[in-house]
């Protein structure tokens, strides 16, 4: 009865039926019962694959991983990418240093933050065997390898669970503290005003707990998501509507741009922020962002379309900005798995095979290892990249 993707398509619908609107108290009623059925069964049964996962090796390759998730991310307003207005000198900065490499072509598999956390988080993607619910979820395997593994986030902060129809539903595998005490050592408990306010978190529980051997964080930053004006400082704002002049763009869309690309830039100080903290260690960082946002640019939209994606919307929605960076200390030690990187960074990445990538950097190897979905290793092929369930993304170009 339940197919692989019953639990996505049901946290797509209460999505699409207009952000937890729901038109009268049956539907309702009706939508937080079916979703709660079919949560507690997908759950249950991830929660008993990710329970009973073993490794069966691991060398610790890299004795600190740190993998950032950004929100709501817009490549193609990075110039990093290439956008016109300097929204990330200090990642370009470190490209230029050589130990920032950054991916030509990653995608993502959804444009809801829930729907991404859950597979990028899971050992599944298309073209596997068996039921999406059956593979467990990859941070348990770091545990297993002997990583001590902590959750950072900005979003998903312990103190705000069971609050709201989004956490019952959409991040219901993150609500549930059962699978949260299995998949996580640590995970903080208050999300922080502004994404800067993360970063000392991270740095105040590193004070607190030195010399672990081997660590992996997960640092889940608000980003640019939704409303960008509340996402920095305003003292810390680079571009003022000035930057906008020709454009042809009407006062309210170039306000909502503007502070859209404050927001990137001030993200550019946040991620550099992060990397300071790992600077000395023999450190590796992947960052990806969980998904793009409209900003005015291919169409009149801000935010997102659920809709089935087209060609415009697959670019500014579902494409993603995603690089690693090295330590000096780790370029120097991994200089092999460095060239691969650099020669491997410009192919065809869709981010559902994160944790392949991420068992390579640890040196794990279990039943859930694929080297052809690893982008690291000589194998690699990739995964069929089917975006929001329904369009395979490289059709559309
Ligand atoms: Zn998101």
């Not at 598999?109 to 956390?117: K, L, R």
């Not at 073209?127 to 395997?141: C, H, I, N, R």
């Not at 998904?291 to 087209?310: A, I, N, Q």
């Not at 415009?312 to 579902?318: D, G, K, S, V, Y």
Request: overall charge negative; charged content about 25%.
């Amino acid at each position: 009865m339940l197919s692989n993707n019953d639990q996505k398509s049901t946290e797509e619908l209460i999505f699409r039926a207009g952000h937890h609107t729901m038109y009268t108290p049956l539907h309702r009623l009706a939508y937080s019962w079916h979703v709660a059925h079919l949560s507690g069964i997908t759950l249950q049964r991830i929660k008993n694959a990710t329970t009973k996962a073993t490794v069966d090796s691991c060398t610790h390759l890299s004795p600190h991983i740190v993998l950032v998730i950004g929100e709501s991310y817009n490549k193609h307003h990075a110039s990093l990418y290439g956008y016109r207005l300097e929204t990330t000198p200090f990642q370009q900065q470190r490209e230029k240093e050589g130990n920032l490499f950054v991916f030509a072509d990653a995608v993502t598999p959804w444009n809801i933050t829930s729907n991404v956390f859950l597979d990028l988080f899971s050992t599944w993607s298309y073209g596997k065997d068996g039921e999406f619910s059956t593979y467990p979820l990859f941070p348990v395997l770091f545990r297993r390898a002997g990583y001590d593994v902590r959750f950072f986030s900005n979003q998903y902060p312990l103190d705000g669970l069971h609050k709201g129809p989004t956490n019952q539903a959409g991040h219901f595998f993150l609500s549930d503290m059962e699978l949260s005490d299995t998949l996580f050592d640590y995970r903080s408990s208050r999300a922080a005003r502004y994404d800067m306010g993360l970063v000392r978190q991270v740095a105040d529980y590193q004070d607190k707990h030195p010399e672990i051997p081997f660590t992996f964080d997960i640092i889940h930053l608000i980003g640019q998501h939704v409303d960008c004006s509340k996402r920095y400082p305003h003292q810390l704002g680079t571009f003022s509507q000035r930057d906008y002049a020709n454009t042809g763009k009407n006062e309210k869309d170039v306000s909502a741009i503007m502070h859209y690309d404050n927001a990137t830039r001030y993200n550019d100080m946040v991620v550099d922020s992060i990397m300071r903290l790992y600077e000395e260690e023999e450190a590796i960082v992947v960052y990806v962002a969980d998904h793009g946002d409209e900003v005015y640019d291919d169409l009149p939209v801000r935010g997102r379309l659920f809709k089935k994606p087209t060609k415009q919307t697959a670019r500014q929605e579902f494409e993603v900005p995603m690089w690693i960076w090295c330590t000096p200390r780790y370029l120097r030690l991994h200089q092999e798995l460095v060239r691969r990187l650099e020669e491997n960074r410009r192919q065809a990445f869709f981010t559902s095979d994160i944790s392949q990538l991420l068992f390579h950097l640890a040196g794990i190897r279990c039943v859930w290892y694929d080297e052809r979905r690893d982008i690291l290793s000589t194998k690699y092929e990739g995964s069929p990249r089917i975006i929001a369930g329904e369009v395979d993304y490289d059709s559309l170009f």
